[in-house]
T-cell receptor
């Protein structure tokens, strides 16, 4: 019963490098989300995908791109990493958020130096 | 706009003390309300929920009642344990809501001392 799986769990990047954070869910959920969590800021929505084939910007999309590869997978790409993108990144999925909320992954801790 | 406000932390309690974490919301419709818990180094887990006014959500000794008249969903536990040390997030969800459906508060860190 895996739920939402994120890889990698930890990553250190140099400024200007690129990388992709992977997220997969095995619950057949339609909607998937990417958040970042910073001290004192709570959770901020980066991008979300209400269904396969659609993506929309959230509160803080600058510097990121996403791909909804299929119903299971939703990746987040940093094209040119900056120190301001040092954060913990969470992926989540839902089928019926108003009744059941989200299921979260365990997070990716990213440090950009 | 729609929003969730939680009491500022950190909250420090002794074991077996009574816990209240305040949460109030602003919403244009009739939201569902949630409490999530995040243990150190982990993702968020759903703790409890309530989908309509006067509903009480409960789990693991925690309770919260959906109060429409005061737009509140305060989290309570009668006797906290060291293992309850975590960050607690209040959230709301609206039908047809944008921005990914769930709106979170900033979180309240709870530390329980033995």
């Amino acid at each position: 019963n895996a739920g939402v799986t994120q890889t990698p769990k930890f990553q250190v990047l140099k400024t200007g490098q690129s990388m992709t954070l992977q997220c997969a869910q095995d619950m057949n959920h339609n909607s998937m989300y990417w958040y970042r969590q910073d001290p004192g800021m709570g959770l901020r929505l980066i991008y979300y995908s209400a269904s396969e084939g659609t993506t929309d910007k959230g509160e803080v999309p600058n510097g990121y791109n996403v791909s909804r590869l299929n119903k299971r997978e939703f990746s987040l790409r940093l094209e040119s990493a900056a120190p301001s993108q040092t954060s913990v990144y969470f992926c989540a999925s839902s089928e019926n958020a108003i009744n059941y909320g989200y299921t979260f992954g365990s997070g990716t801790r990213l440090t950009v130096v | 706009g729609d929003s969730v406000t939680q009491m500022e932390g950190p909250v420090t309690l002794s074991e077996e003390a009574f816990l209240t974490i305040n949460c109030t919301y602003t919403a244009t419709g009739y939201p569902s309300l949630f409490w999530y818990v995040q243990y150190p180094g982990e993702g968020l887990q759903l703790l409890l929920k309530a989908t309509k006014a006067d509903d009480k959500g409960s789990n693991k000794g925690f309770e919260a009642t959906y109060r429409k008249e005061t737009t509140s969903f305060h989290l309570e536990k009668g006797s906290v344990q060291v293992s309850d040390s975590a960050v607690y997030f209040c959230a709301l969800s609206l039908y047809g809501g944008s921005q990914g459906n769930l709106i979170f508060g900033k979180g309240t860190k709870l530390s329980v001392k033995p």
